[in-house]
């Protein structure tokens, strides 16, 4: 439905990524949903590896009529990372015209993975902009970040052992 109003309001050249999820703290799962938006990494901090999904469908007000599949649900284990970005971090080239890319984006949150959200964070914007040097930002940057705490033990202010981090 959103997407139909979307679509009629919008002007042609328009249209709006969006990211969704609903966090059930004391299970560690997460429900989320994208139109458009991703990609999203989810670290296996037991499996030591990453699992990449794109959205679910196309960016709202894109086309009149879109199918998106329902929300995916991530259960999180101690130590498990999600890393949420947008495309801005991926496709920031060097003066080579190289992307950063999510090998670089993994590399860097495999490297930081006993580090809170919040330097993760930090740690990933640092390590686009060396790599990217002089070259123009031509999207924005912006990343979320969540982890569940390593003991799974439960964190002030913050119910089930998950913590999160924006900017």
């Known amino acids: 439905r959103l997407n139909q109003l979307l679509y009629e309001d919008l002007p042609a050249e328009k249209f709006v990524t969006l990211a969704a999820g609903l966090l059930s703290p004391a299970e560690g799962a997460l429900k989320l949903i994208s139109a458009g938006h991703g990609p999203l990494l989810f670290y296996s901090r037991a499996e030591d590896r990453f699992r990449s999904d794109d959205a ?9 009529q879109s199918c998106y599949s329902g929300p995916q649900v991530l259960t999180f284990a101690p130590g498990d990372i999600l890393v949420w970005v947008t495309d801005g971090f991926i496709e920031w080239a060097n003066a080579n015209d190289e992307d950063f890319g ?57 119910k089930g052992g998950i913590t999160a981090a924006g900017e």
């Not at 679910?56 to 009149?64: A, E, T």
């Open 56 to 64: 679910q469908g196309p960016p709202l007000g894109l086309l009149r």
């Open 102 to 158: 999510q090998n670089r984006l993994k590399e860097v949150v495999r490297a930081c993975r006993d580090m809170p959200a919040e330097k993760i964070i930090s740690q990933l914007y640092s390590a686009v902009q060396e790599f990217a040097g002089s070259t123009a930002q031509l999207d924005d940057l912006t990343a979320l970040v969540m982890e569940r705490s390593s003991s799974g033990e439960q964190i002030p202010r913050r």
